[in-house]
């Protein structure tokens, strides 16, 4: 790890694959989320299998944490190899003739997704962690769908959630296409897939977790 981020090509490649980590979680985490939609017992069933499955909870769910802190940290460290590197600006520098402003503040819209992260863990892991292994509640296959529900009845969080998935899906939309340019998948057949493909993700990603939202909000 330490020699694949010594350079910025390999500090590139290695934000390249913890992104690709990231988009697959997504889909994941999403498809599990859905599942509330459709029913609150295929939600509880699949909610209690992953809270209570030691390779889950012992392997993958701090892989997932390592990816995400790993990621943040990566890009950080990028923006500011980037600036440093180029320590006084050009005379005269319009960045919206050859960038899309989200490409160029990529680390605002990282950020505001990081607090984002923030409020949802304290919404739903801190909440799973002090009821299993601080408190030592029982197991009780019927709750998992009323925490969630009972999450979205203000109308501020849902906004919160909301807000935060637009910007992510603008991250995404930058993101997914340029993590696959990092790992040398450029060519003129399948680029053009790639960036569509990456439109879809960014657009669907996002909107099923806000549907899921509101779904919620106006269920109550």
């Known amino acids: 790890m330490a020699g694949l981020t010594s350079s910025t090509i390999g500090r590139k490649y290695a934000m390249a694959l913890s992104a690709m980590f990231l988009l697959i979680f997504l889909v994941m985490h999403l498809s599990v989320n859905l599942l509330s939609v459709f029913g609150e017992s295929a939600y509880n069933n699949a909610s209690q299998f992953m809270g209570y499955n030691p390779l889950i909870q012992f392997v993958m769910q701090p892989v997932l944490m390592f990816a995400v802190i790993f990621h943040f940290v990566m890009g950080f460290v990028l923006e500011i190899k980037n600036k440093s590197a180029r320590p006084i600006g050009y005379d005269m520098n319009k960045g919206s003739a050859n960038s899309t402003w989200m490409s160029r503040n990529m680390l605002i819209s990282g950020a505001v997704i990081l607090a984002f992260l923030f409020l949802h863990m304290y919404d739903f892991w801190f909440h799973e962690m002090n009821y299993k ?66 439109n879809w993700y960014s657009i669907l990603i996002p909107a099923g977790f806000i549907f899921i939202a509101v779904y919620h909000f106006i269920t109550q």
């Open 133 to 198: 292994y601080i408190n030592g509640l029982p197991i009780e296959e019927t709750r998992f769908w009323g925490d969630l529900h009972n999450k979205f009845n203000d109308i501020w969080r849902v906004a919160l959630y909301v807000v935060s998935f637009v910007l992510l899906g603008l991250h995404l939309g930058h993101g997914f296409q340029s993590s696959f340019q990092s790992v040398g998948a450029r060519h003129p057949k399948y680029t053009p897939v790639i960036k569509a493909f990456g």
